[in-house]
């Protein structure tokens, strides 16, 4: 055990103590600072060295950072000094957002869960852009972008176009986020003449970005775990026709079956981390034996040991991202993840 996963017990408790958001925040500093001061490099786990090729991609390793943990891609070098070989920046959106009033997150620590309303609170995708034209890290970099809250679902086409066309120089991969809770009508796009549509258009402008850029960029869908078997059968064979380059399974859930009786149980918003697990890598399961198996799959939901990794690895993931893990276990989540195939 290296010193920097020493130390997440000992801090873990004072983060604990201040709200969910400011500890967030805090952390991410913190980080950020290590890692310019050559901390991070000198004390994370030596990352064993598995790549994978993925979607045409070579990846340092399995493991990578889910989607809004690093929003602004401000410590994307940081990160994957940790060991992690993807950073998923994002969501991104076209104009800069405040996202929703605080408080939007909260912890579930009996149940290694939080939840989250925090509404696409981003920089702007021109200002993500602009710090990773500067990065420097062999970690694969996806951008995952979404729309404005104040979009129409009706224009919403137009917010991606936007996302799609700014993030393409720069990104590794793209994510189309439509299961979001936290976006109002946002999951609406998950309909399967929505979808269609939406993915249609995406695809058309990656092959002439490809031309353009003399490079391919794979687009992938983040989907919701709250999907029932007529929409996932929908989704699939959408996904299938389009020949959608991923699939992410799974964003937060808006069940609350599993903390039902918590005092912040009735707080709106996505509910993450082990009470999410199981129904997310259902959905994982579902989607690998309706998909092609040229579309790979990527596993992220309520992953808090390497044990819950190789479960998301058995039922058809490629690869997999954590969040809530890294809140509630620290760094030493990273190195029991990579120590699995
Ligand atoms: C505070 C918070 C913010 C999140 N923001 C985003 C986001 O902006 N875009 C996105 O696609 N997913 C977002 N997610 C969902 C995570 O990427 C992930 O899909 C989900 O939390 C399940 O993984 P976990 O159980 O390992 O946390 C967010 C999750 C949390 C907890």
């Not at 994002?90 to 309303?117: M, S, V």
């Not at 991969?173 to 929505?194: C, F, H, M, W």
């Not at 995406?202 to 031309?211: I, M, P, T």
């Amino acid at each position: 055990m290296t010193w920097l996963e020493r130390l997440y017990p000992v801090l873990k408790p004072w983060l604990f103590r201040l709200d969910a958001e400011s500890a967030h925040t805090l952390t991410v500093k913190m980080m950020v600072i290590s890692h310019k001061l050559g901390l991070i490099q000198s004390v994370a786990p030596a990352a064993p060295r598995a790549p994978v090729e993925c979607m045409g991609l070579s990846f340092p390793n399995r493991l990578g950072l889910a989607a809004g943990m690093d929003k602004s891609a401000s410590a994307v070098e940081a990160w994957a000094a940790l060991g992690l070989g993807h950073v998923e920046v994002g969501t991104l959106t076209p104009r800069p957002q405040p996202g929703n009033a605080k408080p939007r997150l909260f912890r579930l620590p009996e149940h290694d869960a939080l939840i989250n309303r925090m509404g696409f609170n981003n920089p702007g995708i021109h200002s993500a852009v602009k710090r990773l034209e500067k990065r420097r890290t062999k970690a694969v970099v996806g951008v995952n972008i979404g729309k404005n809250f104040d979009t129409a679902n009706d224009a919403a086409v137009n917010d991606y176009l936007y996302c799609l066309k700014a993030a393409y120089p720069v990104a590794d991969y793209v994510t189309v986020n439509i299961s979001s809770p936290n976006t109002k009508g946002l999951r609406d796009l998950q309909a399967e003449e929505a979808v269609r549509g939406l993915i249609g258009a995406l695809k058309k402008e990656q092959a002439s970005l490809q031309q353009e850029h003399g490079k391919k960029v794979p687009l992938l869908v983040k989907i919701a775990p709250d999907l029932n078997d007529m929409q996932i059968e929908a989704l699939a064979r959408v996904f299938n026709e389009m020949a959608l380059d991923g699939v992410i399974a799974t964003n937060t859930t808006i069940d609350r079956e599993a903390v039902a009786g918590h005092a912040l149980a009735g707080e709106t918003g996505g509910l993450s981390g082990a009470p999410v697990r199981e129904r997310s890598t259902l959905v994982l399961q579902a989607f690998r034996m309706l998909l092609a198996e040229r579309i790979p799959l990527i596993g992220v939901g309520g992953i808090l040991s390497g044990d819950d990794a190789r479960e998301k690895r058995r039922k058809g993931a490629e690869l997999v991202q954590i969040y809530s893990g890294l809140v509630f276990r620290g760094p030493a989540l990273i190195r029991e993840v990579l120590a699995v195939d």
